[in-house]
């Protein structure tokens, strides 16, 4: 069974600059996360949507970080303009229905983002 | 006040070794909890859950202490495989979402 993909796994880029970043989940998986991983930190959520619609945004920074999962299956996050501080790793996770069924969501490699 | 706090480490410990972390939680709404391995860079992966009536999983035990908040990982016979980061996480089930501790690192030494 594949796992959730992401791209890209690496990307450098200058304050100020754009990102976006794509997730594809594990196929059949109704929710989906976005964390946010700094150096040394444990993961912090982002955005989860249950299939198109979003659940929980709560701690999006939503001045400049947006997210949107069309159709219910891939999603991609975009920062715009980055800041020294959104230098991370951003994890896309899935899992089949909420977290708080099982407690096991499945993670991507993750994208990795420093910000210069 | 971090809502899951864990000590960082490293625990440095030799091969078959025991060795505990502890993890505590302020949000009393937290319902269930979870245990979570992250290899160095790569991604956080399930290890076990943790029950009021504590688990066991092979060499690893969990525990949860609801009157104190507190929630432990028992590893026995370590390994070096068990090289870890090892993330505590609360369900926080008002919001439904997992909220991550910063992790205690592991190191088993030959």
């Known amino acids: 069974e594949a796992g959730v993909a992401q791209s890209p796994r690496y990307k450098i880029i200058e304050k100020r600059q754009s990102v976006a970043f794509w997730c594809n989940p594990i196929s059949g998986h109704a929710t989906l996360y976005w964390y946010q991983q700094i150096l040394g930190q444990g993961p912090k959520l982002l955005i989860q949507?249950?299939?198109?619609?979003?659940?929980?945004d709560s701690q999006l920074p939503k001045d400049r970080f947006s997210a949107e999962r069309l159709k219910g299956v891939d999603s991609t996050l975009k920062i715009q303009p980055a800041k020294l501080e959104d230098s991370a790793v951003y994890l896309c996770?899935?899992?089949?229905?909420?977290?708080?069924?099982?407690?096991?969501?499945?993670f991507g490699e993750g994208s990795r983002l420093t910000v210069l | 006040r971090k809502e899951v706090e864990q000590d960082p480490g490293p625990f440095n410990v030799p091969e078959g070794a025991t060795v505990a972390f502890n993890c505590t939680y302020s949000?009393?709404?937290?319902?269930?909890f979870f245990w979570y391995r992250q290899d160095c860079r790569k991604e956080p992966k399930l290890l076990m859950s943790?029950?009021?009536s504590g688990n066991e999983d092979g060499r690893f035990t969990a525990q949860l202490n609801r009157a104190s908040q507190y929630i432990s990982l028992l590893i026995r016979d370590s390994k070096l495989s068990d090289s870890a980061t090892y993330l505590c996480?609360?369900?926080?089930?008002?919001?439904?979402?997992?909220?991550f501790g910063s992790g205690t690192r592991l190191q088993v030494q030959p």
């Open positions: 996480v609360a369900l926080n089930t008002g919001r439904r979402a997992l909220t």
């Open positions: 949000n009393s709404a937290s319902q269930s």
């Open positions: 996770a899935s899992s089949l229905r909420g977290q708080g069924d099982t407690g096991e969501l499945f």
């Open positions: 943790v029950y009021s």
């Open positions: 949507f249950q299939n198109n619609g979003v659940v929980d």
